[in-house]
């Protein structure tokens, strides 16, 4: 079965850096559109960055330059590396998944089929 499994959070100083994983299980990152999202307490889940199966990344205005989305297909995981944070980055973060790999984008959260449970990422 199809599975996401992120990991990496926790608490950080604003300033800085935090590298989030996102194992993936039940099918090839290679061959998807994958994605993080956030999401803060009373706040919509936003999305963050994509990458798709040929490695054309998109990130998010909010944090371009800090930011970076990569994966290895080798061990079929997605990677958020990120830095410079702030407490603005404080949230939920999940990793996705969308099989329509030739659409991919952070703006269009409803193309993902696949979500994992989230990593917490605070910053204080």
């Known amino acids: 079965q199809v599975q996401l499994v992120e990991s990496g959070g926790g608490s950080v100083q604003a300033g800085g850096s935090l590298r989030l994983s996102c194992a993936a299980s039940?099918?090839?990152?290679?061959?998807?559109?994958m994605g993080w999202f956030r999401q803060a307490p009373g706040k919509e889940r936003e999305g963050v960055a994509s990458?798709?199966?040929?490695?054309?990344?998109s990130h998010a205005d909010s944090v371009k330059g800090r930011f970076t989305i990569s994966k290895d297909n080798a061990n079929n995981t997605l990677y958020l590396q990120m830095t410079s944070l702030n407490t603005e980055d404080t949230a939920m973060y999940y990793c996705a998944a969308a099989s329509r790999w030739w659409y991919c984008t952070p703006d269009k959260q409803n193309e993902y089929n696949y979500w994992g449970q989230g990593t917490q990422v605070t910053v204080s």
């Open positions: 990458i798709n199966s040929f490695g054309v990344r």
């Open positions: 039940g099918f090839t990152v290679s061959r998807y559109c």
